[in-house]
């Protein structure tokens, strides 16, 4: 566990995590690679909904938006229209983006936002104090689930790739290196990038804590990122130990393709072609003189 | 009034236009009502559609004058063109809309033109015999081109200038021969058969057709939401977001149209909650941005406006009022939603809202919203309505370099100034800093600095809402507060608050009561909040009689004001979907000045009928 206090991305806000959370290697990676990518504290925008991951930017002093539950991808989307040339990172959890926030996730993913989103998966409600999320094992007892979690896992990679997302990565918050080189391969990504993290909660919850012997990298494996079928084979074994004490999990590069549509190139093929349309008010009320009507 | 020059006589023509969606109405009054607008008339389109994606009865009330006072809306019309049986059940009373029954019982200044029999006792119906352009049984919607030929045949409109604003408008579309073998049609149906019996026709064809300008100034054809857009845009406005929603959705199809040449763009998000959440993470940058939504969508926006309230971001959100509450009547109007968007939402936040009475107002309060975003770094809530939305009308062309009261204002950014210096945000509790706090201290210190910054709001903006006394004389200082214990009684008979549309309405119900010897001291707030006291205080110092004219059924505005300075009102209240027309209001003022000398006068006896010295 590195200090990352020492960061010179860090504010000196101590980060208000327990003791031990695997957050505190996330929050170290992505700062030293902001350092890596020689981003400066005006470059970058994190931005978050509400629950543990979400504080993540309250911790930084870059530009920062700690938004309501559910809620980053929108207020990114509006950073990203304002401020094209300012890099936006997402970071959220299992039940601020895939419960509450949901519609907003398909619906960036399959408009190929220019947005990474790091989702820090517990597989639960952490800060609330133990509930199910979308993602906790069948049968989970959370606070408002006594006799068990009734339905299966929602698989956060499956559904960012069927979304429409250009980029899908799995890292685990065990492995700091790992995590880093996947945050700057989503970042160097022009279109939207998903990290997907396993993050299991030390606090709550009756996952397996340490799951790092059971990862697999799937380029050292041949695994074929740009084809859907592979991908979402790759995608679909995430939760494969609920069942299976002993199985694998593959992380790395689980989706990439770079022939998808980009909303942000899109928004600026729209404004290449419309300029000079108009350059003020007055062409606009030129236009709108009662025996002018073809507008 | 001279009646043997026409020409120099008030002139107003009032066309009703009722049929089935589809039919080709509302294509018809737009038509109509820029034809008469090219001539240099004043005019405009009072648009009534139901929500429906087809069916259901459709009607557009045009309203062509030289007089640009005159009201949009009317219990009256000179000509009613019903284009379908079913808008003929209509007229005739069986149900539907009650303002075509209301003009049609009118009698004598109404000339029904209709699909079949004759209506009410004086009015005269004709036939219009669609059946003469069979390109109509194929296709419905050019029965519009026929009725804009027999209009322009009767009313004398030259030059086949109808004929031309169709063709222009179905440039890029199919059937433009069509519609002109249909408008020919019309014309020469009309000029053979319904002009040489028609009894009104004279006053009318012979203004039309003299065409005198008069207007000669640039005017362009504004609906409220147009006007919206427009401001917006002279405001700065470079991301708008928002979703589909009556009636709200074409301010962002204007501005959609607009933003991409200006630097900026349009988004259609997937709810409204987004389209909020990317209206505030544009500002975050400093970069002005806007949502425009509805009822509905007015209620999925609290919880960011509340982020912003906390977060002191600033944004500018326009709803655009309709009858509720649920989904209620999405195509209707209504001012049900002053106090959602001054209270909706948990916790105490800070937020400005402005309400629009006319096409001008939406544009120039467009621009003030942004100004006030930006200078106390809060939600602005701009409030329009169905009514004023909706409402198409040739207007002077608005400059954006004057104020709401045309006072020149500093040019607004074209190309804003993004902050560079770093910053964070949290709608947590949060210290000088940003940095999230839970201690009573610092909770204390930051609502107070929150919500004191709102108390200069009275000093900036007092000129946006004025007391209009007409001739009255103002009360001695001595007497203020203190009408009712004039020796000489007090200086008005009633004093009318308003808002909104039905402000609008009120300002020509005044005018018309002036002019009956009614003396009447008048507020019309833009700023409804922060609420603003000594204004309505103010009124008391010309009668205590105070009346207040809204579309809602519980007198929203009734309440805030009794809330916040204790003064009782009487309310005048309409929530049926439809605006008031200054006929109601009138009538409604005059009722309340009436009961209440009746009242008087029972208390100044002393029970043997004889009247107190």
Same mark, same amino acid.
């Given at each position: 566990m590195s200090d990352t206090r020492q960061n010179s991305y860090m504010n000196g806000y101590a980060p208000s995590w327990c003791p031990g959370c695997s957050y505190f290697n996330v929050l170290s990676a992505l700062t030293e690679c902001f350092d890596e990518r020689g981003i400066?504290?005006?470059?970058v925008c994190v931005i978050s909904g509400i629950g543990c991951s979400s504080?993540?930017?309250?911790?930084?002093?870059?530009?920062?938006m700690h938004t309501l539950h559910g809620r980053p991808l929108p207020a990114a989307i509006g950073a990203r229209l304002a401020r094209p040339d300012i890099p936006v990172v997402v970071t959220t959890g299992d039940g601020d983006l895939l419960s509450i926030g949901a519609a907003h996730f398909v619906h960036a993913a399959r408009k190929n936002f220019d947005i990474t989103v790091i989702c820090l998966d517990?597989?639960?409600?952490?800060?609330?104090?133990?509930q199910t999320s979308?993602?906790?094992?069948?049968?989970y007892q959370g606070s408002l689930t006594p006799y068990g979690k009734l339905s299966a896992p929602l698989n956060i990679s499956e559904l960012a790739i069927g979304s429409g997302a250009s980029m899908v990565c799995r890292s685990c918050a065990c492995d700091k290196t790992h995590l880093k080189k996947m945050f700057d391969d989503a970042m160097n990504h022009r279109g939207f990038s998903l990290v997907e993290v396993i993050a299991p909660c030390r606090t709550f !919850?009756? %996952?397996?804590? *340490?799951?790092s012997e059971r990862l697999y990298d799937l380029q050292a494996n !041949?695994? %074929?990122?740009? *084809?859907k079928e592979s991908a979402m084979r790759a995608a679909?074994?995430?939760?494969?130990?609920?069942? *299976?004490?002993n199985a694998g999990i593959p992380v790395g590069v689980v989706w990439k393709r770079d022939d998808m549509l980009c909303f942000d190139d899109q928004v600026e093929r729209v404004a290449a072609e419309n300029?000079?349309?108009?350059?003020?008010i007055n062409d606009i009320l030129d236009e709108l003189r009662p025996d002018n009507v073809n507008r | 009034m001279d009646a043997t020059n026409n020409n120099d006589a008030p002139f107003t023509l009032r066309v009703l236009l009722v049929g089935e969606?589809?039919?080709?109405v509302l294509s018809g009054g737009d038509t109509f009502m820029r034809a008469a607008a090219a001539l240099g008339f004043h005019s405009s389109a009072h648009n009534c559609f139901p929500p429906?994606?087809?069916?259901g009865i459709c009607s557009v009330l045009v309203t062509v004058s030289?007089?640009?006072?005159?009201?949009?809306?009317?219990?009256?019309?000179d000509f009613v063109f019903a284009l379908s049986r079913a808008a003929l059940v209509v007229l005739g009373g069986a149900e539907g809309i009650d303002r075509v029954n209301d003009a049609i019982s009118r009698g004598d200044s109404i000339s029904a033109i209709n699909t079949g029999d004759g209506l009410s006792d004086g009015t005269q119906s004709f036939k219009l015999?669609?059946?003469?352009?069979?390109l109509i049984h194929t296709h419905q919607q050019l029965k519009s081109s026929f009725v804009m030929g027999v209009l322009s045949a009767i009313l004398g409109i030259p030059g086949n200038l109808a004929l031309s604003i169709i063709t222009e408008k179905l440039k890029s579309k199919n059937l433009t021969e069509q519609n002109a073998e249909s408008f020919r049609i019309g014309f020469e149906s009309a000029e053979s058969g319904i002009l040489p019996s028609l009894r009104t026709v004279n006053k009318h064809t012979s203004r039309l057709a003299s065409?005198?300008?008069?207007?000669s100034e640039d005017r362009v054809v504004l609906d409220g939401n147009l006007a919206v857009a427009l401001g917006a845009v002279s405001a700065g406005c470079r991301v708008y977001a928002s979703y589909p929603i009556?009636?709200?959705t074409s301010i962002g199809a204007h501005i959609a149209a607009y933003l991409p040449a200006l630097g900026g763009f349009a988004y259609q998000a997937e709810d409204e909650i987004s389209a909020i959440g990317v209206t505030v993470g544009a500002w975050f940058f400093d970069i002005p941005a806007m949502t425009a939504t509805s009822g509905p969508g007015l209620s999925l926006i609290q919880e960011f406006l509340g982020y912003c309230s906390m977060t002191e971001t600033p944004a500018v959100v326009v709803n655009v009022q309709r009858a509720g509450?649920?989904?209620?009547?999405?195509t209707k109007h209504s001012q049900e939603d002053l106090m959602a968007a001054i209270f909706g939402g948990h916790g105490e936040g800070q937020r400005i809202v402005l309400a629009a009475s006319t096409i001008e107002e939406c544009f120039y309060l467009t621009i003030e919203a942004f100004d006030m975003a930006r200078r106390f770094r809060c939600p602005v809530i701009l409030l329009t309505d169905g009514a004023v939305g909706n409402l198409q009308m040739s207007c002077k062309?608005?400059?954006?370099?004057?104020?709401?009261?045309?006072h020149a204002v500093a040019a607004?950014?074209?190309?804003a100034t993004p902050n560079t210096a770093v910053r964070r945000i949290t709608?947590?509790?949060?210290d000088t800093k940003g940095v999230p706090s839970n201690t009573a201290n610092n909770r204390v210190r930051q609502q107070y600095k929150r919500f004191s910054k709102m108390d200069k709001i009275e000093a900036y903006y007092n000129y946006m809402q004025t007391i209009d006394i007409g001739d009255l004389k103002p009360p001695m200082p001595k007497s203020r507060f203190a009408a009712k214990m004039r020796d000489d009684g007090p200086p008005a008979d009633i004093c009318v608050i308003s808002w909104g549309f039905s402000a609008e309405m009120t300002r020509k119900a005044v005018s018309a009561l002036r002019k009956r010897g009614i003396k009447i001291a008048c507020l019309y707030p833009?700023?409804?909040?922060?609420?603003?006291n000594g204004h309505y205080l103010e009124l008391l110092n010309f009668c205590p009689r105070i009346a207040v004219v809204e579309?809602?059924?519980?007198?929203q505005l009734a309440s805030l004001i009794r809330m916040n300075t204790g003064i009782n009102t009487i309310s005048v209240k309409k929530y049926n979907g439809e605006p008031f027309t200054p006929e109601e209001i009138e009538a409604e003022l005059v009722g309340i000045i009436e009961m209440e000398k009746f009242i008087s006068d029972l208390s100044d006896?002393?029970?043997?009928g004889a009247a107190k010295k």
């Open positions: 400066a504290e005006n470059g504080r993540l930017p309250l911790f930084l002093n870059t530009y920062g517990n597989r639960i409600y952490a800060m609330t104090k133990n979308p993602t906790s094992p069948i049968g !919850g009756n %996952q397996q804590k *340490d799951i !041949g695994h %074929q990122a740009d *084809d679909a074994h995430v939760y494969d130990s609920d069942s *299976d004490a300029k000079g349309k108009y350059s003020s | 969606a589809g039919d080709g429906t994606i087809r069916g030289d007089d640009d006072s005159v009201a949009p809306v009317s219990l009256s019309a015999d669609f059946d003469l352009c069979p065409g005198r300008p008069l207007f009556s009636p709200a509450p649920s989904t209620g009547m999405p062309r608005p400059d954006a370099s004057v104020d709401i009261n045309g607004p950014s074209q190309a709608g947590l509790e949060h833009r700023l409804l909040f922060p609420f603003i579309s809602n059924y519980t007198g006896t002393n029970g043997d």
